[in-house]
Nanobody, 121 residues
Framework: QLQASGGGLVQAGGSLRLSCTAS????????MGWFRQAPGQERELIAAINRSGGVPYYVDSVKGRFTISRDNAKNTVYLQINGLKPEDTAVYYCAASQNVNWRMAVGYKLWGQGTQVTVSS
């Protein structure tokens, strides 16, 4: 399973680091992604990193502010979020994929429970 943590209430301009730790599965073979779902909106893939930790994928709206990384020794993927904006308010989910198209949402089949990020203006 995947366990996400690190969300909270922060002021605009602040930072958070989200963590997602895997248990009960072999972490290394999985590509990992972070999704978010704002109220009334669809869940979207915002950042992803392949099993080798190569060049990550970011959706345009978070480029330059979000950084995804992974530590295979700790079975953990991170999302460093800087320069938070009110529009970043959402539930953030981590997910795992073994699909070759790891930059696409469709391949993510294993999900964590979500962590709430709320940004006040």
């Amino acid at each position: 399973q995947l366990q996400a943590s690190g969300g909270g209430l922060v002021q605009a301009g602040g930072s958070l680091r989200l963590s997602c730790t895997a248990s009960g599965l072999t972490f290394r073979p999985y590509h990992m992604g972070w999704f978010r779902q704002a109220p009334g909106q669809e869940r979207e893939l915002i950042a992803a990193i392949n099993r080798s930790g190569g060049v990550p994928y970011y959706v345009d709206s978070v480029k330059g502010r979000f950084t995804i990384s992974r530590d295979n020794a700790k079975n953990t993927v991170y999302l460093q979020i800087n320069g938070l904006k009110p529009e970043d308010t959402a539930v953030y989910y981590c997910a795992a994929s073994q699909n070759v198209n790891w930059r696409m949402a469709v391949g993510y089949k294993l999900w964590g429970q979500g962590t709430q990020v709320t940004v006040s203006s």
